[in-house]
């Protein structure tokens, strides 16, 4: 299936005639689309910080929890009272 709208790739930059035409970055260049790449580029950025900080910050959060439960200041005693996990048996 040809779906390209012109008979050659000739054709087609005659077509664009100093505007981008058919394709997004013709001979001529347009501002627009200059314009909507940057755009785009500062979005994505902007994005990755505010994802990369947010996740900081609930990793951070969640890491002060768990230090204030296991460590809440209260001496370590043999059971399992304290860390959920079993007492390690003396000698072993």
């Avoid at 959060?61 to 809440?72: C, F, G, I, T, V």
């Amino acid at each position: 299936m040809d779906t390209f709208p012109y008979d050659s790739w000739e054709a087609a930059l005659e077509a664009a005639d100093g505007t981008t035409g058919y394709f997004t970055w013709g001979a001529g260049g347009n501002f627009a689309s200059v314009l909507i790449v940057l755009l785009a580029i500062a979005l994505s950025v902007i994005t990755m910080v505010m994802i990369t900080s947010r996740e900081n910050a609930q990793l951070n959060e969640a890491a002060d929890r768990l230090s204030s439960k296991y460590n809440s200041g209260v001496p370590a005693t043999s059971g399992s009272e304290d860390t959920g996990m079993p007492a390690v048996p003396e000698g072993g």
